[in-house]
């Protein structure tokens, strides 16, 4: 069996990409083939030998740290926002991007032209540019005090947003809700923020979420009062703020 | 006020009174937002400020965009006007004086509420606040001030500030509103003072320009003053000097209206430059003309006849709307001169004043200057590569970063996000071109206008501005290209 392909099986967590990354460095340097998947994979091969990679902390912040100290701070970025993606091959993009990357040191991030590079980069620029659209395209609700929002992004840009809005709102309790991942971003006024998963979400909270106050009111009407007619340009709307983003905004409600 | 004795009469500004307390605030927050629309700044960008750990509000340098508007535009602050009641009478405005408009006037304390509770709903970066003249520029400024008083020293308002400067207001208002903005700009209006006398009988040039200077010698006053013994910016110094805040951080802008008068592009784009280099400023924006007074036939006429006539400029830009991809192309130019190192003098000429309709202004000038290509990307160094049309800053800065590793073949730009529809008739990689293509005016030309209609897109409903119309107008629509969408994305249109 030595000689067939590995295939370790990760959660979708950066932990446990990180652990298989950890496992998959040590197997790789025995001489086996070694590949990473999020997720059972829907075409198995009666070729390869399968693992299941259960998250280590231990091993994974080896990983991170390794990371930081033989590549860069930049690498490490990039490697965490590459770990939000939804792409099934993330984690074989993440692992063959760093077994480049501890040959070649910090200066790998430039060679742009190399594809295990692009491929990373690619993946890690998709979630910051998701992650910058919702720093404003997230809409809270005023739920007795509490700042309450819901939003069903593509990739998993709530661990990269907290701090920004933690930031901005120190004195609000407020929540984000991610309804794909049943995740949360929970932050008390004036406390720590931290995500809490496996959430299921009150029944009631859709209907108080489209529950009209004053401020939406007033915010629609602003909203429906600021655009030009004579340049009207739903194409380019469109372009800017694709439709699926819409779903959770006040402003596009009717 | 030098304005105050061209004041005829302040009109319907008993109305606004008499509304007062009667008038709902979404009545009110509908008429002032309709108002202050046409104002095309509405850029969150320019000053990173984390939050203070206690109060509400930061500010992101790139800026972020809240939502878009159904005309393209990207909605980042409250944009609204304090009052629309005006004691001037500027023809392009729908606020003039003698327009029969519903008027409203927001109290500090109402403009207030909106931003505060707005904001903490993550629907805007802070608030742009601009306003018609009430009585004078002296009390308008006035009212400004008390309303970013309170919204900075009462409710500790962290967040973005764009104020306008009331051209006329005293400079000491100007001061202290400047010490708790973000951002101000002063209207130039029109490109040329000539303009300006035309279409804005109560304003100068002069007025204008004044204020402008007086931010930006505040700006620099600053500069010096928070500068360490090498010149080098030291924040730790504010303390010394003795202000809480930084005057204008994010820089002033200005804006002019294109189409109105028969200015050339070549005369606003020596503009522009001057005030980039003049002035300091950080932006400069440009708003095609949209006749809301429908004051276009008589101003043609009376215009063109005291500019000794333009040979049927208007009839040639066949302005029944407002001229967007002219406002488009200039605002392209204006990205070469701000960022690709281009003077105004390199892109147009007394002989050749106006930007081309069917391609960039970088396009049209590599294709004037095709000596100077092909360049190798393997060599040139990185301000020849921002030359080259297709190339922008980031895919300039990666060749040069990824060439460090290893010769560069196509494949390998396309892999580093570089798109090579036009940059493909101007680049060789080893000596190489991406196809056999021939160096020649013609051919390139042909290829890049016909690469640009099969990629434009079907007109839509409603869209029926026109603009020098050489062959079929369909495929002239002005589709922003990856500079303008990325700068809209961020919130830097």
Known sequence: ?254 | MESEHTITRLPKKAAVFSHQGVMPLEEKLRILTDAAKYDVACTSSGVERRGDGAHMGSAAACGICHTFAGDGRCVSLLKILLTNVCVFDCKYCINRASNDVPRAAFTPEEVVRLTLEFYRRNYIEGLFLSSGVIESPAHTMELLYRTLFLLREQYHFQGYIHVKAIPGAPPELIDLVGHLADRMSVNLELPTGEGLRQMAPHKTRKTILRPMRQIQQGIQEQRLELADCHGRYCPDRRADVGFKRRFVPAGQSTQMIIGATPESDFQIMKVAESLYQGYELKRVFYSAYVDVNHQLPQLTDSLLRETGGADGFYEKRGMASPPLLREHRLYQADWLLRYYGFAADELLSEEKPNFNVLIDPKCEWALRHLEQFPVEVNRADYYTLLRVPGLGVRSARRIVAARKHGKLEFADLRRMGVVLKRAQYFLTCQGKMLYATKIEEDFITRQLVADGRTELPPVEDGITFRQMSLFDDRSFFAEPDVESERSAAYGQL
């Open chain 1, 1 to 254: 069996m030595d000689s067939c392909k590995l295939v370790l099986i990760c959660e979708d967590s950066f932990d446990s990409i990180m652990t298989a990354v950890y496992d998959g460095w040590r197997y790789r340097n025995q001489g086996r083939v070694v590949e990473l998947t999020v997720g059972q994979p829907f075409d198995a091969d009666l070729f390869s030998e399968y693992q299941t990679v259960a998250a280590d902390l231990e091993k994974a912040v080896k990983v991170a740290a390794s990371i930081r100290k033989k590549i860069s701070e930049r690498a490490h970025i990039a490697v965490y926002q590459a770990a939000m993606h939804f792409a099934p091959d993330r984690a074989q993009a993440i692992f063959l991007f760093l077994t480049l990357a501890y040959q070649k040191g910090g200066s790998i991030m430039d060679d742009y032209g190399n594809p295990h590079v692009a491929r990373l980069l690619a993946l890690s620029r998709k979630v910051s540019n998701e992650t910058h659209l919702f720093r404003g395209f997230v809409r809270f609700h005023d739920v007795s005090g509490v700042l309450v929002s819901r939003i069903e992004p593509k990739c998993n840009v709530l661990p990269l947003l907290g701090d920004d809005f933690a930031d901005r709102f120190p004195g609000e309790h407020w929540a984000i809700y991610d309804e794909r991942r049943k995740l949360a971003a929970i932050h008390p006024a004036g406390g720590e923020w931290g995500l809490v998963s496996q959430i299921q979400a009150d029944p009631a909270l859709s209907e108080q979420l489209e529950r009209e106050g004053d401020y939406e009111k007033l915010w629609k009407t602003f909203f429906n009062t600021i655009e030009i007619e004579s340049r009207r340009n739903p194409r380019c709307q469109r372009t800017m703020l694709p439709n699926w983003y819409r779903k959770n905004m006040t402003e596009f409600r009717t």
